[in-house]
Each structure stands twice: as structure tokens, then as C-alpha cells.
């Protein structure tokens, strides 16, 4: 079974307005740590946000918000005020901590283009 | 200072010759791993390792070796390259277990076996 499903293969959105890129995980470990990468046209993996599984509060970063639904097992990336610069690839990848030997397991990814 | 550092870049290699990657890291971490980046797959891990001279396989291990003689170095083997290996490798380090450790990521390496 896929740990991280990402069902949106594109994405589009208006420059300045906010997208949300949806994640569903699938995990029976109580302890587990989930991360948002951006990868640019340039190619390099950019870590964008974290939140874990005992977190009370949803993580936020600047303009990057995680929407973090335990019990549906969702983690949905949201960026506010979109920007040109935003145009890329966007991975959401789990770490299991107890069962998964450290290792971090990756969505499909969703390509998202900011239109001016 | 990357802290991590794969090499080569690029690469152009011939069915059936052997290739290998290198990741270097200088952050002393415990945990070193390779994934493919294929479309459509998201990136796949191959191998990892938790230690000097202790690795184990990823969901995509098949035609692969690696090797980790000390901290630092990291190897991904391909004994005899195959077309299906053309793809983007990563290499990825982290820390000590624990949910708040984050990944980094070297800038990867562009396999094209023909």
C-alpha cells in the first residue's frame, strides 16, 4: 500500500491567491514525522515545512501552512499569496519512527504553475 | 558549505558498464540514503544506511549495491548498467532517530545509460 498519496498530478493558481496541495498518509506507527519538499525546474530538494505527529498546533512557515487532519490522516500543504517563484514540483514524504528505520517514504508529487 | 556533495552531476554511461555514485557528507550524520527520481514515481528509496558498514535495502533495491566504509562516504553501485537505470539519483542525510530530525539533500545526480 502507498504510505503518502498526492492525487494531484498539476496544480494551477493565480499569482496572489492561496492553493492547497493535498496529502494523504497511510501509517500504523503512533510516532511519525511528515515534511513538504520543493523542487524547483533547477532540481534541488527544498524543505519547506515539518509537522509531527504529536503536534498540537498545525505547523506554519512564513507563507507556507500545513493543514494537519489526524484522524483523517490528510496533511495538506497551503500556500498563501502564491508568487510566480512558487511554480514547481511539491513532494509530501512521512518518516515513520518507530517502524520505518529512519527512512523517509515520498508522494508522486504535485506539479503546481503560478499564473501571472 | 553544502554539507553534502554528490558526484559526478551528470553522467553518460553504456549498457552493461559498471557505475558508481559517490555522496559525501561532512555533518557527521548517522543515516545516509539513495533514492531514484523517476516521473511519475516521486523519488524511490534504493539503499540506506544506518552506520559504518551497516545498509539495507529500499522498496527499489534491484541492480544496486552500496557501501559505506567510513562516516563520510556513501557509494551507489550499478554492477552493469541498464537503460531502466537512467534517472536521477539523491542522496539524503539525517541525524540520530527521532521525529524532529530533518533530511538534507544533495543537488543529484543525472544518470543516462544508453
Redesign the interface.
Known sequence: AQKITQTQPGMFVQEKEAVTLDCTYDTSDPSYGLFWYKQPSSGEMIFLIYQGSYDQQNATEGRYSLNFQKARKSANLVISASQLGDSAMYFCAMREVQTGANNLFFGTGTRLTVIP | DAGITQSPRHKVTETGTPVTLRCHQTENHR?M?W?RQDP??????IH?S?GVKDT?K?EVSDGYSVSRSKTEDFLLTLESATSSQTS?Y?C?I?GD????Y??T?G??TRLTVV
Open positions: 543515516y540514503y533514492y511519475g514515481h516521486g523519488l524511490r528509496l540506506y544506518y539495507d529500499g536521477v539523491f539524503a539525517t532517530r527521532g521525529v524532529n530533518g533530511y539533500f543537488s543529484g
